[in-house]
């Protein structure tokens, strides 16, 4: 009995990889991967050398904390997360560090970042709505929509825990219409990652 639903098991497992195989989960999650690589290992090296040879990032912060008020840096960040996200979520994280209450910046940064997400998630929606890019979606790239979706929530947990713009995922989600309550839900790692990065960061400034 006890080979028997082994065998089963075995079987299953081989069937769930082939299925993987043969939809292109793996080459999918080592795409998502390989690109999200490349950022990490490039803000840290700018920031090392930004830190080392061009100015004390930590005498900056206290700068743009002591001249700047929360709610004025709080309204960037959020615009920034909303429409793209090229200005780094850590250089805020730093900023919190540097604050009269880091963790209670820190989680109205990660607010922030939440809510600029479903913004952007509703961008993406709109976006759809335009004929050129429905009719694109509809034709030129429906195979590729199609595999999108089905992996979308991976996509989701990649953009939220890992120096990638944000934004640009939440854009990418509502273009393929992704559930919008399973993505409230993946988007929540963005807390996660905040906390996460400020263990680093806060040691750092």
């Not at 900023?95 to 963790?103: L, M, N, V």
Request: hydrophobic share 50%; net charge positive; charged share 15%.
């Amino acid at each position: 009995m006890k080979e028997k639903a082994k065998s089963k098991k075995k079987s299953r497992i081989r069937l769930l990889h082939q299925y993987y195989n043969y939809t292109g989960f793996y080459s999918f999650v080592w795409n998502s991967l390989k690109k999200a690589v490349l950022p990490i290992v490039l803000f840290v090296g700018a920031l090392w050398a930004i830190d080392h040879y061009l100015l004390d990032i930590e005498d900056m912060l206290v700068t743009i904390t002591e001249t700047y008020a929360p709610f004025e840096v709080l309204s960037i960040f959020f615009l920034s997360e909303s429409i793209l996200g090229l200005v780094p979520p850590e250089l805020f994280i730093a900023w919190a560090g540097k604050s009269s209450s880091p963790f209670l910046y820190l989680s109205l940064l990660a607010t922030a970042s939440y809510l600029g997400g479903i913004v952007s998630y509703y961008i993406g929606v709109a976006i759809t709505k335009i004929p050129s890019v429905h009719e694109a979606m509809e034709l030129k790239m429906a195979k590729h929509i199609k595999n999108t979706r089905k992996w979308g929530g991976f996509l989701i947990i990649v953009g939220a825990l890992l120096p990638i713009p944000f934004a640009m995922t939440s854009i990418a989600a509502g273009i393929i219409r992704f559930p919008f309550s399973s993505y409230l839900i993946f988007g929540l790692l963005r807390f996660v990652r905040f906390y996460l990065y400020a263990l680093v960061i806060f040691e750092m400034v």
